[in-house]
């Protein structure tokens, strides 16, 4: 992970239609807390990702509010229910107000 | 530290903590924290005490005055944590996630952390099941609170105790 917002999304492979499948979720932030200072002195500001939703299809799926808390590079896992061939996507955004898209496609393999 | 040791010196722990809140409930708080402070410190045996007004405040603010009981959710951190930036998290729960009755959120909340809850899952039944797992970062050892919450209103807790040996939050 380097560039700023640079994200990913990792699905398995193969989903059977109805699977409960695991999804790993990672973003490239520097989630910093606003309480460290440069090698020079400057107070370096608060900046992390405050806010990630998740859509699945056209449906709200799950919603997290994160603090600085979350190390930097925040990695998340969550379940779904694979019920439905659609896209599922995510949307963080920081407290600067940058937003950033990553999506996954949810396919089932044919029988 | 042996078995008896640990039990006779969490007894003195609640004892004095609530001698302390018997003492504070003399006036300096508002009735709604004695109350609070009542009932987290008469909630299953071990489980942690409020440290601090915050997390007392934060608790409050979540679940008001519904009992926090501990079941139903798992909070899995290392006993240890090397290096506080990155501690690792896994919460599960065996509650069912149905549109009739599941869990919609779950609130993490590190007792002695500058910003004490840390995070918030707000889930949804399509997610099939509570399984999480994120890192967190930790300023010292302290307990960490998982908990969830029902859509028919209840409220389950899991707690670990982490021992943190490099300070993450500078």
Redesign the interface.
Same mark, same amino acid.
């Given at each position: 992970m380097s560039a700023l917002g640079e994200a990913r999304i990792r699905v398995p492979e193969r989903i059977i239609r109805g699977e409960l499948i695991v999804v790993n979720a990672i973003i490239s932030h520097p989630m910093d807390t606003g309480f460290f200072r440069t090698a020079e002195g400057q107070p370096i500001p608060a900046y992390f990702i405050k806010n990630v939703v998740v859509r699945y299809g056209d449906q709200e799926v799950a919603r997290f509010e994160w603090t600085s808390g979350v190390s930097r590079d925040p990695v998340i896992s969550f379940t779904l229910r694979a019920d439905s061939e659609a896209p599922l996507s995510m949307v963080w955004t920081d407290n600067k107000g940058d937003v950033f898209e990553q999506s996954a496609n949810i396919a089932f393999v044919s029988a | 530290m042996s078995p008896a040791d640990n039990t006779s010196r969490r007894h003195f722990l609640r004892a004095s903590a609530l001698a302390t809140a018997g003492l504070l409930g003399s006036g300096v708080l508002f009735p709604g924290e004695r109350l609070l402070a009542a009932t987290t410190l008469a909630g299953d045996p071990g489980d942690p005490e409020v440290p601090n007004e915050e997390v007392a405040r934060i608790l409050r603010g979540l679940f008001g005055d519904r009992p926090i009981r501990r079941g139903h959710i798992q909070l899995d951190m290392p006993a240890a944590a090397e290096d506080g930036? @990155?501690?690792p998290v896994i919460i599960e729960s065996d509650l069912p996630m149905t549109p009739e009755r599941h869990v919609k959120a779950v609130h993490l909340i @590190?007792d002695f952390? *500058?910003?004490a809850?840390?995070?918030?899952?707000?889930?949804? *039944?399509?997610?099939?099941?509570v &399984?999480? &797992?994120?890192?967190?970062?930790m300023k010292r050892s302290t307990w960490v609170r998982a908990i969830a919450e029902t859509n028919t209103g209840e409220v389950w807790a899991d707690y670990a105790r982490v021992q943190v040996l490099l300070n993450?939050?500078?």
């Amino acid at each position: 992970m380097s560039a700023l917002g640079e994200a990913r999304i990792r699905v398995p492979e193969r989903i059977i239609r109805g699977e409960l499948i695991v999804v790993n979720a990672i973003i490239s932030h520097p989630m910093d807390t606003g309480f460290f200072r440069t090698a020079e002195g400057q107070p370096i500001p608060a900046y992390f990702i405050k806010n990630v939703v998740v859509r699945y299809g056209d449906q709200e799926v799950a919603r997290f509010e994160w603090t600085s808390g979350v190390s930097r590079d925040p990695v998340i896992s969550f379940t779904l229910r694979a019920d439905s061939e659609a896209p599922l996507s995510m949307v963080w955004t920081d407290n600067k107000g940058d937003v950033f898209e990553q999506s996954a496609n949810i396919a089932f393999v044919s029988a | 530290m042996s078995p008896a040791d640990n039990t006779s010196r969490r007894h003195f722990l609640r004892a004095s903590a609530l001698a302390t809140a018997g003492l504070l409930g003399s006036g300096v708080l508002f009735p709604g924290e004695r109350l609070l402070a009542a009932t987290t410190l008469a909630g299953d045996p071990g489980d942690p005490e409020v440290p601090n007004e915050e997390v007392a405040r934060i608790l409050r603010g979540l679940f008001g005055d519904r009992p926090i009981r501990r079941g139903h959710i798992q909070l899995d951190m290392p006993a240890a944590a090397e290096d506080g930036r @990155v501690v690792p998290v896994i919460i599960e729960s065996d509650l069912p996630m149905t549109p009739e009755r599941h869990v919609k959120a779950v609130h993490l909340i @590190v007792d002695f952390n *500058p910003d004490a809850h840390l995070a918030a899952f707000h889930l949804t *039944p399509a997610v099939g099941t509570v &399984s999480l &797992s994120t890192r967190i970062k930790m300023k010292r050892s302290t307990w960490v609170r998982a908990i969830a919450e029902t859509n028919t209103g209840e409220v389950w807790a899991d707690y670990a105790r982490v021992q943190v040996l490099l300070n993450g939050c500078g």
